[in-house]
């Protein structure tokens, strides 16, 4: 299909603008905004052209636009070099910790029904620990969790060896993200999650999910099969729990 040398100009103007700002929006770029909402076809000749040749997606929302990784190449389609390097972590070990960390984050946030629309506007970093360290403790030492590994692609082993080791935080520390503790996991998650503008944290302490985010969320959730990938981990350990407490004794054990 051709497109007019206007079209043209107007898509790479968006991709320009959106490379340098996580949000295009009518308040900030407000004629750019209205000749992409004026020409349909810039909206075809992304998707048609720009987002299968840059592997990126374009995400509008009413008159504002956002950009995302493709979606099959881990979190934001970052291999884990690269994540290593934007979440400052070491090894491999310590990426899977704070990818366990984003998906308990998510499967917290979107947690309902439809599983698009956020269950709660914010989240406390001690809650998220707490529930970090619940679902490590079970899904960590469980029988099955090799098969869960298997069936969600995620590591669940070694974060929950790293994890439980640490303390929360090292006391008299000021500088908690260059310390080595779960609380320095999180910190180091978030500021990840915020710097992409999905997430905002306040005075390290309580995290709200950022418009972007419920975007790429409800683009995610498209997917059934990524948002089981998701929710699972939550919903699997709790049907766990209810097949050990219904299982029938074992002939000899017990009293």
Not at 28 to 51: C, G, K, Q
Not at 146 to 151: G, Q
Not at 177 to 191: A, E, G
Request: aromatic letters at 8%.
């Amino acid at each position: 299909m051709e497109y007019s040398r206007k079209t043209v100009e107007t898509s790479l103007e968006l991709l320009k603008e959106l490379l340098d700002n996580p949000v295009v929006k009518r308040e900030t770029h407000e004629d750019l905004v209205s000749r992409v909402n004026f020409d349909p076809e810039v909206l075809n000749l992304w998707r048609e052209l720009i987002e299968p040749l840059f592997e990126i997606k374009l995400l509008p929302a009413v008159d504002r636009f956002y950009l995302a990784g493709g979606m099959s190449g881990g979190i934001f389609s970052y291999n884990n070099e690269e994540l290593r390097r934007q979440l400052k972590v070491d090894n491999n070990r310590e990426l899977y910790l704070c990818s366990f960390i984003v998906l308990l984050l998510l499967a917290s946030f979107y947690d309902s029904e439809d599983g698009i629309d956020p269950s709660r506007e914010s989240l406390l970093l001690q809650d998220l620990e707490a529930m970090v360290t619940e679902n490590l403790q079970e899904l960590g030492t469980h029988p099955q969790v090799e098969r869960l590994e298997d069936r969600t692609r995620v590591n669940l082993r070694e974060p929950a060896e790293l994890w439980l080791d640490l303390p929360y935080q090292k006391l008299g520390v000021v500088q908690q993200r260059r310390s080595h503790s779960r609380l320095t996991f999180l910190l180091k998650t978030m500021d990840f999650l915020q710097e992409h503008g999905l997430v905002r944290l306040v005075q390290d302490r309580q995290v709200f999910p950022e418009e972007r985010l419920h975007y790429l969320v409800a683009h995610y959730y498209n997917n059934q099969d990524r948002k089981n990938e998701i929710l699972e981990m939550i919903r699997r350990r709790d049907s766990w729990k209810e097949a050990d407490n219904n299982a029938p004794d074992i002939p000899g054990s017990g009293s």
